[in-house]
């Protein structure tokens, strides 16, 4: 008997990450450099208060993205939850093609961000010919983190995410200290920032449709914390929790951010109008800093951004990584995925992963540039189908929940305001999906080059779709047929 115990916890993930790491892990993937350095492009497109609005409209979405999600995690947690959630409450080519795309998704992002590694450690070294080598350095250390357990993935988490909130924090106190005069540096800060030119609201509701993606992809990586659920210590108990905690601080600390950048600087500064990830120099962070007279302040964004960075590529691995496991385990991907070292990890998948992120790098580098802008772009839509997909997987499981007689107060965490909550995020979710580049429509001739480079991921997503489902001959599941156990 204890020999069959042994060999099921063998094949099974370890529950090693504690309510302090998954609050970290939903904090640090939505803090980056979208708040970092595009949060002042957001100020001088749509204004302060088109900025401000924006935040707040998206951030709500996203609040109930993340209790729909909290509810199906909670009830469920394993690790590649979108796969297996889509196969079980929508359809099993569903689950199929959402999993492929999400692991498709964080392993481009991993590779993106090597790129972007070098590109920050230059503003301290340049290494010339040479600055490859750095991407290579990071991924080993990010690869090394994932690769002895999750314990070790998680604390190195924990802390990169910590940097970040202890400087959007620090950032928050010293701009409110500026603000009311105790620190000098913004004597012209003040709400009369807010009736230069056209402010508070610039550009009408075209520029709030551009803010708002922006925004939205801001606040992407806060569903890392579904995939971490399969690995969670208590994970009825924490997940909700975390659940609660995260979604307010990283709003509040998004609108406390907003405000005090368009506080301290008008949006018609020169500067927020440079939209570049790899200057540093323009950072609103960087500029409130300066302001406030501390000199060395582009050295110490410069850090934080590197720290980000490595954050970014240290999650998307994790979770592209569990998602492959997922799919292996459901017969969606080849067996040799969904084997686990000692200590829990999923090494095979871990290794393919890390294969085709370095690939991916090397195609940047050393080949045709369009072919990874290509591969960019394909990602880059698929963090909103993602949420589609957990709003959908939400509303269908709440329904078939209930259709088949169970009590919803039995649930460990039950999301507020259903079924408005995931209603309204699958409808803002596919207007900012399809709205992504929507200017292309109007201009006299199509732009079809730049239509096919944003929307590829959506033909994508079908095909992947369909292929399987017509293969498979898969349907979709009935309410009555759904499956509610708990096994994982």
């Known amino acids: 008997m204890n020999k069959q115990k042994n060999i099921v916890m063998k094949n099974k993930l370890k529950r090693d990450l504690k309510a302090r790491h998954l609050t970290m892990i939903a904090i640090g993937g939505s803090i ?24 707040a409209i998206i951030g709500v979405m996203v609040y109930f993205l993340m209790t729909s999600l909290g509810e199906l995690a909670a009830y469920l947690p394993v690790s590649g939850t979108f796969a297996t959630y889509g196969a079980r409450y929508v359809d099993e080519a569903f689950g199929f093609a959402i999993g492929w795309n999400y692991w498709y998704n964080w392993a481009i992002t991993v590779a993106v961000d090597l790129v972007a590694a070098q590109l920050v450690i230059s503003y301290w070294i340049d290494a010339g010919a040479y600055s490859w080598l750095w991407s290579l ?28 909130v202890v400087t959007v924090i620090v950032f928050i106190v010293v701009g409110l200290l500026m603000i009311i005069g105790i620190l000098r540096g913004a004597e012209s800060a003040g709400w009369q920032n807010w009736q230069v030119g ?46 609660r905690q995260v979604f307010w601080r990283i709003l509040l600390f998004y609108i406390f951010a907003i405000l005090v950048i368009s506080l301290i600087i008008p949006y018609t500064d020169p500067n927020l109008l440079r939209n570049d990830e790899t200057d540093i120099s323009v950072s609103p962070f960087t500029l409130v800093f300066q302001h406030a007279g501390l000199l060395s302040a582009a050295a110490l964004m410069n850090a934080v951004i590197l720290t980000s960075v490595l954050s970014a590529g240290n999650s998307g691995l994790y979770a592209s990584t569990r998602m492959l496991y997922a799919l292996a385990r459901e017969g969606k991907a080849p067996k040799i995925f969904a084997k686990l070292s000692s200590s829990g990890v999923p090494r095979a998948a871990l290794l393919a992963t890390t294969f085709v992120a370095m690939l991916c790098f090397l195609t940047s580098m050393y080949k045709d540039q369009a072919v990874y802008l290509w591969l960019l772009n394909m990602s880059g839509m698929t963090g909103f189908i993602a949420w589609l997909g957990i709003a959908i997987s939400h509303y269908r499981f709440r329904k078939g929940y209930t259709k088949q007689g169970n009590d919803v107060s039995k649930l460990p965490y039950r999301s507020s305001c259903f079924p408005f909550g995931p209603i309204f995020a699958f409808v803002l979710c ?52 759904m499956d509610f156990s708990k096994a994982d």
């Open 32 to 55: 980056g450099t979208g708040l970092f350095v595009a949060s002042g492009a957001t100020v001088a497109q749509a204004g302060p208060g088109g900025a401000l609005l924006s935040y």
């Open 137 to 164: 350095l990071f991924l080993s250390i990010i690869f090394c983190l994932n690769y002895i357990s999750v314990k070790g993935f998680g604390e190195a988490e924990f802390w990169f995410s910590l940097i970040k």
């Open 198 to 243: 056209d402010a508070p609201f610039v550009g009408g509701f075209s520029s709030m449709i551009g803010v708002a993606m922006v925004v939205g992809f801001s606040f992407q990586g806060t569903e890392l914390i579904g995939i971490a659920a399969g690995e969670s210590k208590d994970p009825e108990k924490n997940i909700p929790r975390a659940m």
């Open 430 to 481: 596919l207007i900012i999906t399809l709205g992504q580049n929507y200017e292309a429509f109007l201009q006299d001739t199509i732009d079809w080059n730049g239509v096919i480079a944003t929307y590829v991921g959506i033909p994508l997503f079908f095909l992947i779709y369909f292929t399987y489902k017509i293969i498979k001959k898969t349907k979709w599941v009935k309410y009555e047929d």
